[in-house]
């Protein structure tokens, strides 16, 4: 099971203000203790949405439009995505994460209705081609 513990944006994240010292080293024990469990698949920070933009599609025409984006609690700062053997080992972890997180459960082959089994399945070859790539 793979979930994403999704840290949410406020002000300072939209300002780009840059976390403490103390939440540094808090934030890098508990990264050691997903990575020395095997449950950590991937962490990262994000910038500002000053410096991001949304892909709209109205109709057939697609177009851009640059941040900063409005909905600071809609905004994404920060994620980590793991895998684990249970809801409840995933509860445990989001539990000794030094941030307020929201966690969302990540789509697996077989959640995917019969019908779309085909689909799910070409999408699980591109990501060990991914994979495989990134071992190069």
């Known amino acids: 099971m793979r979930f994403m513990m999704i840290v949410k944006g406020d002000r300072d994240s939209e300002a780009g203000v840059m976390p403490s010292k103390e939440l540094v080293e808090t ?6 203790a ?20 949304k892909k709209r599609i109205v109709g057939d025409r697609h177009t851009i439009v640059d941040g900063p984006f409005t909905e600071a609690k809609e905004i994404v700062a920060g994620f980590w995505l793991l895998q684990v053997k249970s ?46 790539q990134h071992q190069s």
């Not at 934030?27 to 050691?32: H, P």
């Open 27 to 32: 934030m890098t024990a508990y990264n050691e």
């Open 34 to 53: 997903l990575v020395k469990s095997g449950v950590l698949l991937a962490a990262e920070g994000l910038h500002p949405t000053s410096k991001g933009f």
């Open 87 to 132: 809801r409840e080992e995933m509860v445990a972890w989001a539990m000794r994460c030094p941030a307020e997180v929201e966690v969302r459960q990540v789509f697996d082959f077989a959640d995917f209705p019969a019908e779309l089994q085909e689909a799910a399945a070409s999408e699980t070859e591109l990501r060990a081609q991914i994979e495989r």
